[in-house]
C-alpha cells in the first residue's frame, strides 16, 4: 500500500523555467493538500484540492502559481517563471476527508538556480 | 489571525533525559492539533492528535501531549529521550471552519547527545 508519493524528489530549475511538481495520493484519498517550507520557516499552506476542484487556494501567492487534481492521475503543482525565493521544500499530504489528519509525501526540494 | 508558536526552536538534550516541547495557539474555538515529526531526509510523520475526549493523548514511540483549553497549549512531552529521537517537530492546528487545512509552528530542533 503506496503512501503517498511526490516526484520528483528533488528538482533544479534555471531562473525563468517552469517548475512542475507531481502528487499521487494514497489509494482512497480525495483530498489533497500542498504546502512549502522555506528555509529556517514551518510548514505554510497553500491550496486544498478535491478531485476537479480547487476547495481552498487562500495560500497560493497570486502569480505564477497554479495546482490542478484532475479526475485521472496525479495533482500538480506548477510554478511558472521560477525565481530563486521559489526555493523550497513542497509537500503534498492527502485525506480521505477534512480534518482527518493527512499522510504526507516525502516532498520536492526545488533549486533555482 | 490564526497562529501556531513554539517556543523553543532548538533543544540539546541527553539520552534518558525528559522531553516538553511547547506550543500555544492563537484560536479560541474548535481546533484539532497534531504534533508531526520529521527525520533527517525524510517525510513528516504523524506522532499524535486530539480530536476530542481525553485531553491527555498517546501516541506513538513513547510521545505524548496534552490538550489545555483555558491556556491553548498542546505541549509535547516523553519521559526518557533516545538518540534515535533527534529530529525536527512540528506543531499543528487545524482550526474549524478552515477547511482541514493546518497551521504549523515553526518546529523545535531536538538533537539528542548519546
Known amino acids: 500500500n503506496a503512501g503517498v508519493m511526490q516526484n520528483p524528489r528533488h528538482l533544479v530549475r534555471r531562473r525563468g523555467q517552469e517548475a512542475r511538481l507531481r502528487c499521487s495520493p494514497m489509494?482512497?484519498?480525495?483530498?489533497v493538500y500542498w504546502y512549502r517550507q522555506l528555509p529556517e520557516e514551518g510548514l505554510k499552506f497553500m491550496v486544498y484540492?478535491?478531485?476537479?476542484?480547487?476547495?481552498?487556494e487562500s495560500g497560493m501567492p497570486k502569480e505564477r502559481f497554479s495546482a490542478e487534481f484532475p479526475k485521472e492521475g496525479p495533482s500538480i503543482l506548477r510554478i511558472q517563471q521560477v525565481v530563486r525565493g521559489d526555493s523550497a521544500a513542497y509537500f503534498c499530504?492527502?485525506?480521505?476527508?477534512?480534518?482527518?489528519?493527512?499522510?504526507f509525501g516525502s516532498g520536492t526540494r526545488l533549486t533555482v538556480v | 489571525a490564526q497562529s501556531v508558536s513554539q517556543h523553543n526552536h532548538h533543544v540539546i538534550l541527553s539520552e534518558a533525559a525528559s522531553l516538553e516541547l511547547g506550543c500555544n495557539y492563537s484560536?479560541?474555538?474548535?481546533?484539532?492539533l497534531f504534533w508531526y515529526v520529521q527525520y533527517p531526509g525524510q517525510h513528516l510523520q504523524l506522532l499524535l492528535k486530539?480530536?476530542?475526549?481525553?485531553?491527555l493523548v498517546k501516541g506513538i514511540k513513547g510521545f505524548e501531549a496534552e490538550f489545555i483549553k483555558s491556556k491553548f497549549s498542546f505541549n509535547l512531552r516523553k519521559p526518557s529521550v533516545q538518540w534515535s529521537d533527534t529530529a525536527e517537530y512540528f506543531c499543528?492546528?487545524?482550526?474549524?471552519?478552515?477547511?482541514?487545512?493546518?497551521?504549523f509552528g515553526q518546529g523545535t530542533t531536538l538533537q539528542v547527545k548519546p
Open positions: 484540492l478535491q478531485k476537479e476542484n480547487i476547495i481552498d
Open positions: 499543528a492546528v487545524s482550526f474549524s471552519g478552515n477547511t482541514g487545512k493546518l497551521i
Open positions: 489509494k482512497g484519498h480525495s483530498h
Open positions: 499530504a492527502s485525506s480521505p476527508g477534512q480534518a482527518n489528519g493527512y499522510t
Open positions: 484560536y479560541g474555538g474548535t481546533v484539532n
Open positions: 486530539y480530536f476530542s475526549g481525553d485531553p
